[in-house]
């Protein structure tokens, strides 16, 4: 008797499961990095440079917090203050951590990195970049601008959405979880304007949680398959 039929039913079967997977929702939980001695300090970061004390109880308190959750793996950015709150998180969780530069926090201008908010070279750069906010394409030096943020807020989520696991811890920082969220909701409309407003209004704490989630169906019908569930969540 040919083997032909059962084949044939075995492939449909892992082919049902595959497309049962891939278009499945899939939740993210992004979280801020815990609080950074340059936090306390005032400070204007770069990459370097670890959490303090209350930071790491904060990375302790939201990686308990998420164990109600069903997590599967980590993503965090590559900068210091991130990687040190994703390892806490990973030993509250047991789950692995990878890394990925997309979820990094916006460059800041080379002038300022290192140096304190209140000095007054400080606040002129950044009152200068601030006032332009409405050109999508103001640079002042080296930094990231709007439109260099944006693109990566579109990288990030295209890498999102060809995640497979279920759910998902991202650790990321203010700005950038800011932009990314803005990217969910205005997709190619967003304009450097449209991100002020919203970032002014809507303040990222220090290890909190902000839960997305993917439709893939939603995907396809709707072009855009991202929801907003919550946002900036204090850990209890």
């Not at 499945?24 to 801020?32: A, E, G, K, Q």
């Not at 530069?101 to 601030?130: C, H, M, T, W, Y």
């Not at 920082?173 to 205005?186: G, P, R």
């Amino acid at each position: 008797m040919s083997q032909e039929p059962l084949i044939v039913a075995v492939a449909a079967l892992v082919l049902a499961g595959a497309t049962f997977i891939l278009l499945r929702p899939r939740r993210f939980y992004f979280i801020r990095h815990g609080q950074t001695l340059l936090n306390a300090a005032h400070v204007r970061q770069g990459a370097a440079g670890g959490l303090s004390d209350t930071g790491r109880a904060q990375a302790k308190r939201v990686g308990a917090y998420v164990k109600r959750f069903h997590v599967t793996g980590i993503i965090s950015s590559t900068y210091d203050r991130a990687k040190e709150t994703a390892a806490i998180i990973s030993g509250e969780l047991g789950v692995p951590v990878t890394y990925s530069a997309l979820f990094a926090e916006r460059r800041n201008p080379s002038e300022i990195i290192g140096k304190r908010r209140d000095l007054p070279d400080v606040q002129q750069i950044v009152d200068l970049i601030e006032n332009a906010y409405h050109a999508d394409d103001y640079r002042y030096s080296d930094e990231e601008n709007f439109l260099d943020l944006k693109a990566r807020a579109r990288r990030a989520l295209r890498l999102l959405t060809r995640r497979i696991g279920r759910e998902t811890v991202i650790v990321t920082h203010h700005v950038t979880l800011k932009m990314i969220l803005a990217y969910m909701l205005y997709g190619e409309k967003l304009h450097a304007a449209d991100f002020v407003k919203l970032s002014f209004f809507n303040t990222s704490d220090n290890a909190t949680v902000t839960i997305c989630e993917y439709h893939p169906l939603k995907a396809l019908i709707r072009r855009r398959g991202w929801s907003v569930v919550s946002y900036n969540e204090v850990p209890d």
